[in-house]
Each structure stands twice: as C-alpha cells, then as structure tokens.
C-alpha cells in the first residue's frame, strides 16, 4: 500500500494573505484555532489508519504551508520540487531543506509546476495536469527523475486549479474517481483509455472538495459532505472516515491537499 507515510505542516499559521485560487478571499480569514482542529483530525484519522505522519515545520510567513501536497511529488527516494507561485515561493526552501535532509535525490524545474498538487502517482502512471498551475514544459524534468509514464491531462477552468479536486486515485493502477466536468474531451478520452475502473462523482459534490481524499486502497480519508462519493466507496469494501474542513477549504485546500505522500514505490 502506498499513502501510509506522509508529510504534514501544522495549520497554526494558516490565513489568507493572497488570492491565487477562486476559493481564497482575504476578506473571508479562516478562524485558525477551528482550523488546527481540522488538522489535528485529519492527522488522528491518518493515524487511525495506520498511516506514518512526519512534519516539517511551519514557518509563521507561510501561511499555506499546511498545504504540503504542493511541496514536490516523491518517487522511491527521489524529489521533484513545486515551482509553486510567488505568493508561496518561500516555502520551497523548507520543502528543500526537509526533503535532503531526509535522503531525498531532490530535482527541481524552472517552469510552473504545482507538485503533487497536479501530480498523481497511480501504479505505473503518473497523471499530470497543466493548463491552470502547472506548464506542461515541467513534464520533462518528471520525465528525467521519476520512472513514470506521464498521462497528461488538462482541467477545464480554475475551480479545478490543481487536478487533485478533479481526480482521486482510489486503487493504485485500478480504481480512479473523478468529476467528468472538469476535464477537457482529450484528457476524458485519455484517462478513460487507461483500463481501470472509473467512479463519477457529480460536480456538485467535486466542488465540495469530495476528491480531495486520501486513499491507501483499505481506508479512504475525505472531507464530509460528498455522501453519494462515500456510499459509493464503502460498495467497494473500503472503509470511509468523513471529515470537516470548512476552515482549511477557505484556502482552496481540503485532506489531500494537506499531507505529501512519501511512499510512492520506485
């Protein structure tokens, strides 16, 4: 199983100093006391699972540090780090720092790229967003440092800024869930010719942040409120823990988005 050792980033310092997603509002500020209570749910709940929660430390100019999905994608011991927006550059340094002192191979690339954000690894495949966050030009360098086939594909507008509010991976290589409006014609083709088992999930629900989940292929982390998603997964024989993120949604991020998997296989 992968998604049993992860990276997280407290939420202590989280608020909203910039708009660079259509759910951020610097006029809408997360109460941040209710917000760590979502994180620290999130992190019980991964340990629940059995799950491996490792931390790098916040710092208090980052507000979305808690958002460590978008640090790097990870491949066996190598790292490819986020080109993430200026609002958030300062925080590559730590991901960096984090990353080689814990014998990580780290690589970077100068073009636009959301890290795991819009990178996700699903068995020999690597599913690959651009068009919002990412410059597809970044897809050379994940093709020089991780052995993956690159599947790229594009969303069809910024509510679907990073491709994990688009798409979940369910099974690694089996079994994907995704919103079928938030893809464009060529990447629904693209994605429903790879042979695996596809779930949808209606907009309405996608929106909610419903894909934004974390799932070892045994237990299914995700934010409450998407019940035809988790009906759905609990068919398949997966246990299902539904959380809050209300506060941590109002940054654009939900369970997903908080923790980087570590532990994708070579």
Known sequence: MTHQRLL?????????????????????????????????NIVEAHLAAGRKIEFV??????????????????????????????????????????????????????????????????????????GQRTDVRAFRTLQRHLNYEIVPLQTTSPQWYDLDLAVAVIHQGSVLAYNPAALDAPSLRTLRGLGMELIEVAPAEAAAFALNLISDGRTVTMTAGAPRLAADLRSLGLAVTELDTTELRKGGGGIRCTALTLDNPA
């Open 57 to 130: 430390d916040a710092d208090p100019s980052c507000p979305d540090m808690t958002y460590t999905a978008n640090a790097a994608v990870v491949q066996g011991n190598r790292a490819v780090l986020a080109t993430l927006p200026a609002e958030r550059a300062d925080e590559t340094p730590h991901h960096r720092a984090w990353l080689e002192s814990h014998e990580f191979e780290v690589a970077s690339t100068p073009y636009a790229f959301s890290g795991q954000g819009d990178a996700l690894a699903c068995g020999p495949y690597l599913l690959a967003a651009h």
């Open 8 to 40: 997280m980033c407290s939420a202590r310092y989280f608020r909203i100093d910039y708009e660079i997603n259509p759910y951020m509002h610097v006029g809408v500020q997360p109460d941040v006391e209710a917000a760590l209570v979502e994180h620290e």
